[in-house]
């Protein structure tokens, strides 16, 4: 039996889709009834205008994924008893209706990703809603280059490689339980509203499959898929150029489970990406055994929002940067609405690379427990000349502000010194904490030889008074000049 039983009008029904004409206005309400079993109504239930939307739960949250315009109002009702209920991102100020013990309201007139949280827990189980404008562009389904996957079907155990200008369409109300991946290839397109689940177990896969893995790509995307329940890296692009993520929606709790990791590319832009990860929400790195003069170059991450678990850091370029140079990164109109442990924004050198014009601007963080920023150059187990043995390991590590970051033995010094880069010319601009505590920050070069310099932090707020001094804002430097105003 449907979990979702709610019956729409033939004229007005869609193949294994809701489409509601609301009575509200002009507004028009578009989901999908995924595999049978997959939707659950265990924690939440929602509805929008009316229209049942299902419900799928992770180990860490659940999420409903709609298409609308005009104006709606969100029904939910959930299995807690509700005294409290946050909205972030904060910015867009909204405010539930209390209609029962279990039960509120919200009213939306522009779709986004919101994180909807409880009774002040935000591991109680969290509401994410993920909506859309209606799609405009759908491929054609009886195009010899579009593998689709159906609405309201569960595939199992998918392992597929694109080829050259082929897209993968995952439908709206699709579940597809496997990963894909694409090796110097040009012109890939993964796309649609349905669901990328990570479900198969590592043992059938092997623990370094990621759920996307582009390798040596030119010109490719990813755009508006979820990804439910990933076990390791997520999105990965390595040596790729001229490539983007667009509106896709990620929500995991595992270790390693990073949500994007922009390994030494060039020309990449991130757009609209919601993710909830265990471990990195972005990595931007340079590692592998590529030419050292093959820099990460000019990539642009821009109106995002991240929730960072206990792992890792919200916004990360590191820890393996093994080029020459990683240069030209900006990230822009970024809510970080959770950083459980670890930093909102970092830069981790751990290889010899010379990092340099980097930008964060507009950025706001409503809850960081540890670190603020954190720009440091250290010797690490993911470096060029890490150790990986798991006695060193255990001997040798920080125990400190720092995860994998190790102390040099006695009388090794000069060897690894030669494995350390620099940073520079890093501009920090708009960063406001709009609510929680005031974390600290850290600026750490490695020597002065292996140094951080010339960084600027304009304008940094904390519940909107300015911070103008390294007392007033939590920081501590070593080998490093940096300048507040």
Known sequence: ????????PALLSLPLAFLLLSTLGRAQVVTWQGPEGFA???????????????????PIASYAVFDFTGKVTVEVTTMFDVRWVDVRP???NLKPVYTGDHSFSLALDQPGNLSVELNGRIRQQPLF???NAPEKDKPARTDKNVVWFESGKLYKDVRLELQDNQTVYIEGGAVVQGYLFANNKKNVTIRGRG????????EQVGNKVRFIDLRDCENGSVRDIILHNGTTWQIAMFHCNRMSITNARIVSEAGGDDGM???RCTNVTVDGVFAHTKDDCIAIKSGGKYPADHPTDNILVKNCTFWNSLWGNAVEVGFELYSAEVKNIRFENIDIIHVEDGAALSIHNAGQSHVHHVTFENIRIEDADQKLIDVAIFFSQWGPDGIRDEAFVKANYLHGAWDGVQKIPAGKEAHHRQFRGRVSDIVFKDIHVVDGQLPFSVFHGFDKEHNVTGVTIENLTYHGKRLTTPEAAKIRTQDAEVTIR
């Open 129 to 131: 809603l993920f909506s």
């Open 195 to 202: 669901i990328l689940d990570g479900s198969l177990n590592r």
């Open 40 to 58: 659950s109504a265990k924690y939440y239930q929602v509805k929008v205008n009316g229209t049942p939307v299902p419900v799928y739960d992770t």
């Open 1 to 8: 039996m449907s979990l979702f039983p709610h019956r729409v």
């Open 261 to 263: 990791d922009i390994f």
């Open 90 to 92: 904060l910015r867009h």
